[in-house]
């Protein structure tokens, strides 16, 4: 299993412009996770989702989307990138029900100028 | 809202143990764990403790668990340069997992 698998690994985006940051788990997980980490700080959690078609917000969501078609991939949306999304986001996954592991990918560094 | 504390910087000799200390919020938190993170990399899950127990230990880790205090902490024993890493506190009440800010811990040979 290559487990939980983030593209790119870097990126530096133009303030304005969009991407999306993809994420995809082999593990058959319902629930997967995106966060921010920003330096000094623990992870903010900005969407979240338990299951295909189904998404919820976190703590953060403004300036972000997310969708999820299938239960292997999640991507993470920036329409109008802005200095202040600049951090590195993770995605996790884990089980429904007793499996309280979250297993995170190696993490996307984004800077926005 | 939740919150999750932890100081930012802990330093060790190794062979000595190392306690990484953390407090939390929520009364209501089911599940609450110890990740570590080291550079370039995710998180990865070291142990997690139920809510109702006081102390759980597995190998070199030994986590308690003050339900009172809402304190939380990790003794890692007879710590190696291999431990140097982030490591987070972090909580789960429903679906919703809350951070702490993480502590580098160094260790000095």
């Known amino acids: 299993n290559a487990g939980v698998t983030q593209t790119p690994k870097f990126r530096i985006l133009k303030i304005g412009q969009s991407m999306t940051l993809q994420c995809t788990q082999d593990m058959n997980h319902n629930y997967m996770y995106w966060y921010r980490q920003d330096p000094g700080m623990g992870l903010k959690l900005i969407y979240y989702s338990v299951g295909a078609g189904i998404t919820d917000k976190g703590e953060v969501p403004n300036g972000y989307n997310v969708s999820r078609s299938t239960t292997e991939d999640f991507p993470l949306r920036l329409e109008l990138a802005a200095p202040s999304q600049t951090s590195v986001y993770f995605c996790?996954?884990?089980?429904?029900?007793?499996?309280?592991?979250?297993?995170f990918g190696p993490g996307t560094r984004l800077t926005v100028t | 809202g939740e919150d999750v504390e932890q100081s930012l910087f802990l330093s060790v000799r190794e062979g000595d143990s190392s306690v990484i200390n953390c407090t939390y919020t929520?009364?209501?938190?089911?599940?609450l764990y110890w990740y570590k993170q080291e550079p370039g990399a995710g998180l990865q899950l070291l142990t997690y403790?139920?809510?109702?127990?006081d102390m759980k230990q597995d190998q070199r880790l030994t986590v308690l668990l003050n339900k009172k205090d809402k304190h939380l902490s990790l003794r890692i024993a007879d710590t190696q340069t291999g431990d140097s890493a982030i490591y987070f506190c972090a909580e789960s009440y429903g679906q919703n997992f809350v951070f702490g800010p993480g502590t580098r811990l160094s260790v000095l040979p």
């Open positions: 996790a996954s884990r089980e429904e029900g007793g499996g309280y592991e979250q297993y």
């Open positions: 403790i139920f809510s109702n127990m």
């Open positions: 929520d009364s209501s938190s089911t599940y």
